[in-house]
């Protein structure tokens, strides 16, 4: 039933094998380790097979004689919502789309199965999907910034469309799976693949991808239905009977990292085998209408939440949210204790005499729940400190490491005397009913892990200052009556920025609470966290030998597209190889651009090509290719006032130019027809007449390769 509390010294005399030797020969035997049954061959005869021991394949009779399955109450099959196919061609992130305002009302936040967590379902990132309000493809625009991304990937969306229903026949452009009505209004979604089993509804617009299923009630299902259901379904014994039916997938798809990890075990939820679910009687709906009243207040605590609220972000105020925070999950858990022991009665698992006494009413006074505090805890504890447990749960749970507390096994002095009793008498049947101390596991008991306050507050605090950065008014400079794009050395952003109180604070707070750096100025904070979101302008910076040869597959394929617009042949293009951390210079390119290497980035680097003393040169990735091509004739003209200009340092200026050339020749036409002014004729001419001054060929800008120290001026 249970494995070894710890490695045994000597394997021969494991508890658990000890147990085996001495139960073997006596069915109906139970102990803490091995359960001994004599069972018919014909129950083997379907799956899925109950293994667990203990009571387990009795409970499993039991929660199957209850009157209703999950499939009978649902409006259609548990599926998948939407699936983008090649997620990394519509994968952009929320800041892509603030600097393409071109694409505003095609960004859709997907949720992931790793999102879905403790009642709540966050948007995992922000994608693309290019469909209108009724959920019609729209036309490829190759005027937009949209649009031409899509060009960019029609190689990789052509041949990765894998399961796109061809009998659809779906523009290329769009996601494999489209399915509009599976994201609007009320559902239920949840992860297919974790420890325990996570529900959480969603009632706005959003996608969801194929790690998190979606579940719909017929069309006249009021609000508390929904509620109710979503906490049977967060319940510990759906979440033993889930584990029952659904095969392991090991600890992060490994095996099991020591003894006693068996609540570590992920699992893969699939959705088929969820429609057979049992349901009882009744639904556990106050208790799981206070969780999803709380678990919305959580989404209002987040540090992220706060900081766009507040007009300047300060300790005091972070503070508030963290403590307001730490009240409310403590209160879910609590809430999610009572919801647990109030399913057990509607599955008919306490007897009317056990009822009263380990269950609460809805108006109970309940506390909020610390770490170690619940029964089936407490219980666990005793077993650890006598040598029968292991104390992986408490080790391991993040929970005892970010509050620094220890396994308690006394019931808390400081409750409710009420709440005492009900504790206590939950002890008691957790040590006497078999039943209940199956389920009373930490197999089967919400982990509540969450992410440190510290990691989150650093995360919303860093996103806040680059959104700040990325303000479009710095980037640009009047130049007679126009706007002219205009680079920026951090220290240069620093002055600029310095003068708003609330960058101020907000870098104060990161400098002295994720720095360890109370001293450090403005510009210090900015060059740390800028770093990582800049990549250079020119190939031969971002990408090593491997990695310039798959950016010239990648451009030879979008010459023959070019071509094959224009003349309608078929000119079978082969699919672009895919890139890996390998081809980058830096892995912080890879993390930004990942392996089909989508221009995600916030910031462009220029290094320090003008002024080796001047620090690193930034530009903003929201100008456009034309202002791009403009700020590095500028940056070949200072370099040339130069006393003693360098071709070194030219060269590859000239060698972005020409990388941006490329891009806006293929262009020429959508810029004509939408009544643009084309600059990519006079950029060519301007560009020709500088090679010839520096007495260079498009084969030395292609052939060009950074010396180490350049590539360390692009690392400042």
């Known amino acids: 039933m249970h494995g070894e509390p710890r490695r045994p010294e000597h394997p021969a005399q494991g ?50 004689g209850s009157p209703r399955r999950l499939v009978d109450v649902l409006s259609g099959a548990v599926g998948v919502g939407s699936d983008p196919g090649e997620r990394g061609v519509f994968d952009l992130g929320r800041p892509w789309f603030n600097r393409h305002p071109d694409a505003s009302g095609l960004d859709l936040g997907l949720v992931t199965g790793q999102v879905v967590r403790d009642w709540r379902a966050e948007a ?10 009724d959920g019609s493809p729209l ?9 031409r991304h899509l060009w960019t990937m029609r190689q990789v969306l052509g041949t990765a469309t894998g399961q ?3 009998s659809q026949h779906r523009p290329w452009w769009t996601w494999r799976r489209w399915l509009p009505e599976r994201h609007r209004g009320p559902l239920i979604t949840f992860a297919t693949v974790a420890t325990h089993n996570h529900f959480a509804q969603a009632d706005d617009e959003r996608a969801f991808s194929r790690t998190a299923p979606v579940l719909r009630l017929p069309a006249d299902a009021s609000e508390d239905t929904y509620v109710g259901l979503l906490g049977v379904l967060n319940s510990s014994t759906v979440c033993f009977w889930l584990k029952q039916t659904s095969p392991s997938k090991g600890t992060g798809g490994a095996t099991l990292s020591a003894p006693g990890d068996e609540w570590a075990r992920v699992y893969r939820f699939a959705p088929k085998s969820l429609l057979q679910l049992p349901l009882p009687t009744d639904a556990p709906l106050a208790r799981a209408r206070e969780l999803t009243r709380r678990a919305r207040l959580l989404d209002a605590e987040e540090p992220s939440t706060v900081l766009a609220d507040w007009r300047a972000p300060s300790r005091r105020v972070l503070g508030a949210a963290r403590a307001a925070y730490a009240q409310t999950h403590h209160e879910m858990v609590a809430l999610q204790e009572e919801l647990d022991w109030d399913v057990y009665g509607s599955y008919g698992l306490l007897s009317a005499d056990e009822r009263p006494r380990l269950t609460t009413s809805p108006d109970f006074e309940l506390p909020a ?22 104390s992986s749960w408490f080790k391991r749970h993040s929970w005892f490491e970010m509050h620094g507390v220890t396994p308690v096994t006394d019931v808390p002095n400081h409750w409710p005397a009420a709440y005492r009793d009900v504790v206590q008498a939950r002890i008691d049947a957790i040590e006497s009913h078999q039943v209940i101390a199956l389920v009373e596991r930490p197999e089967y008991k919400r982990r509540w892990a969450t992410e440190p306050w510290e990691k989150r507050e650093e995360r919303a605090l860093r996103a806040w200052l680059l959104d700040r950065c990325e303000d479009e008014r710095l980037w640009f400079e009047e130049k007679n009556g126009d706007k002219y794009p205009h680079p920026r050395t951090i220290g240069q952003l620093a002055r600029q920025l310095g003068d708003d109180a609330r960058v101020r604070s907000a870098a104060g707070l990161y400098a002295a609470d994720h720095l360890g750096r109370r001293e450090a100025t403005l510009a210090d904070v900015l060059a740390t966290i800028l770093d990582r979101e800049q990549v250079p302008y020119a190939a031969a910076l971002r990408y090593k030998e491997s990695g310039l040869r798959k950016r010239a597959q990648w451009e030879r ?36 651009r990942g ?3 989508t221009p995600r980035e916030r910031f462009i680097s220029y290094g320090d090509v003008v002024d080796e003393g001047s ?41 972005g130019v020409q990388e941006l050339l490329r891009s806006m020749h293929r262009w020429e036409a959508q810029e004509e027809s939408a009544g643009r002014v084309v600059q990519a004729e006079v950029f060519q001419r301007h560009f020709e007449d500088m090679l010839s001054a520096y007495g260079l060929s498009t084969h030395d800008l292609t052939s060009w390769r950074p010396r180490r120290s350049t590539l360390k001026h692009h690392d400042r």
């Open 15 to 64: 508890i658990v094998w000890r147990s085996i030797l001495d139960q073997i020969g006596r069915p109906g035997s139970t102990s803490e380790w091995v359960s001994v049954e004599d069972e018919p061959r014909h129950r083997f005869s379907r799956f899925p097979w109950t293994m667990v021991g203990g009571g387990a394949a009795d409970l499993m009779n039991r929660l199957a």
């Open 124 to 133: 995992a990132t922000e994608v693309l999907a290019p469909y209108d309000g």
């Open 139 to 147: 036309p490829l625009n190759l005027s937009s910034s949209w649009g």
């Open 164 to 166: 796109r229903e061809s």
């Open 369 to 390: 729940l610390k770490p170690g505090e619940r029964a089936f805890e407490i219980v666990w504890a005793r077993k650890v400190a006598d040598g029968t447990a292991s």
């Open 557 to 592: 394929g979008w010459e023959l597209q070019r071509r094959e617009d224009e003349t309608g042949e078929a000119l079978g293009i082969p699919v672009p190889p895919k890139f890996v951390s390998a081809d980058f210079q830096r892995a912080s390119y890879w993390s930004i």
């Open 595 to 597: 392996r089909l290497d």
């Open 615 to 655: 620090g690193l040169l930034l530009g903003w990735s929201g100008w456009s290719e034309t202002d791009r091509v403009r700020v590095l004739l500028d940056l070949v003209s200072a370099v040339d006032r130069q006393p003693n200009p360098s071709v070194y340092r030219i060269t590859p200026l000239l060698a």
